[in-house]
């Protein structure tokens, strides 16, 4: 069983940046497969990047350019960069952990792009 804790969600302003951590328990950290997805209200989740064990990276077309995503493998985090936010942007954020049958989600955290 692995636990994903996420952070750094909050309130910013259409143009500005937010870095989204997530915190993952247990040992196998490395050989996961991690994720960034999210829900706008009314939406169905979506995939926002991905990030393979290897450090193979893809994202969504919608942030290509703007979002960065990486690993730390050795503090068993996951990060999430977002520059030049927009609107549309506006979702919760979860972070994702996929290894063989086994998929771990986190409980979210909110993030919110508004003048």
């Known amino acids: 069983q692995v636990q994903l804790v996420e952070s750094g969600g909050g309130l910013v302003q259409p143009g500005g940046s937010l870095r989204l951590s997530c915190a993952a328990s247990?040992?196998?950290?490395?050989?996961?497969?991690m994720g960034w997805y999210r829900q706008a209200p009314g939406k169905q989740r979506e995939l926002v990047a991905t990030?393979?064990?290897?450090?193979?990276?893809n994202y969504a077309d919608s942030v290509k350019g703007r979002f960065t995503i990486s690993r730390d493998n050795p503090k068993n985090t996951m990060y999430l960069q977002m520059n030049s936010l927009k609107a549309e942007d506006t979702a919760v954020y979860y972070c994702?952990?996929?290894?063989?049958?086994?998929?771990?989600w986190g409980q979210g955290t909110q993030v919110t792009v508004s003048s």
């Open positions: 247990g040992s196998l950290f490395r050989v996961y497969a």
């Open positions: 990030i393979r064990s290897g450090g193979n990276t």
């Open positions: 994702n952990a996929q290894w063989g049958p086994r998929s771990y």
